[in-house]
Structures are given as structure tokens and as C-alpha cells.
């Protein structure tokens, strides 16, 4: 079995930060791309960043220039470090991977989501 676990949302005012974290753990092989989704209420979900084993980044043009996507590949982690928060930036945020497990076939495993609200 193959689990994420997110960390690190909560409560922030206008212009402030949060840092989400999210592990990987279980009977993993190799983890591929990595990174983060969110949905606001109402809203499809949209991907946020990706980041690629190589640490090529991807990033939605509404987070470009205060978001930060990294990747720690020896601790199977990924990262999202959210700056100058906007009250748009309110959603759940989902971690996911690509990751293929000892013995068999890659999928996509996702996070159990992290609630983000930014509110003064």
C-alpha cells in the first residue's frame, strides 16, 4: 500500500504564507512527477504546481512569482511554499504522485486534502 499524507494547512490572513508538506510512504519503486491540486468550493479542481523527478516545475499562471514547488527525492516528500496569499488562493489543497510500486504497475495516488483559508 502506497499513502500521502499532507501537513501544514490552516487559517492565514491576506498577503501572509503557509508551507504544505506531503510524504510518501509504503512499497514504493519510484515516484515520477509530484505536486498539487486545489478546489475551492464550486471550482473544478486545477492544478496548482508539478514538479518532475528531474525538479523541472510547473506552476498555474494565477500562483507564478509566490508559490514554490520542491521535492526532496530521498525522503519521498514534496512541498508548496505559498506566499503573498490572496483570498482566491482559498481551497483544499491535494498532494499527488505518480508512483510505481515494488512488483507492479505506476497510477496517481493522491493526498487526503488540506484546507487553505485566507480571510482577515
Known amino acids: 500500500q502506497v499513502q500521502l499524507v499532507e501537513s501544514g494547512g490552516g487559517l492565514v490572513q491576506p498577503g501572509g504564507s503557509l508551507r504544505l508538506s506531503c510524504a510518501a510512504s509504503?512499497?514504493?519503486?519510484?515516484?515520477?512527477?509530484m505536486g498539487w491540486y486545489r478546489q475551492a468550493p464550486g471550482k473544478q479542481r486545477e492544478l496548482v504546481a508539478a514538479?518532475?523527478?528531474?525538479?523541472?516545475?510547473n506552476y498555474a499562471d494565477s500562483v507564478k512569482g509566490r508559490f514554490t514547488i520542491s521535492r526532496d527525492n530521498a525522503k519521498n516528500t514534496v512541498s508548496l511554499q505559498m506566499n503573498s496569499l490572496k483570498s482566491e488562493d482559498t481551497a483544499v489543497y491535494y498532494c499527488y504522485a505518480f508512483i510505481q510500486v515494488l512488483g507492479g504497475s505506476g497510477r496517481i495516488y493522491w493526498g487526503q486534502g488540506t484546507q487553505v483559508t485566507v480571510s482577515s
Open positions: 514538479v518532475t523527478s528531474g525538479g523541472t516545475t
Open positions: 509504503g512499497n514504493i519503486a519510484r515516484i515520477n512527477g
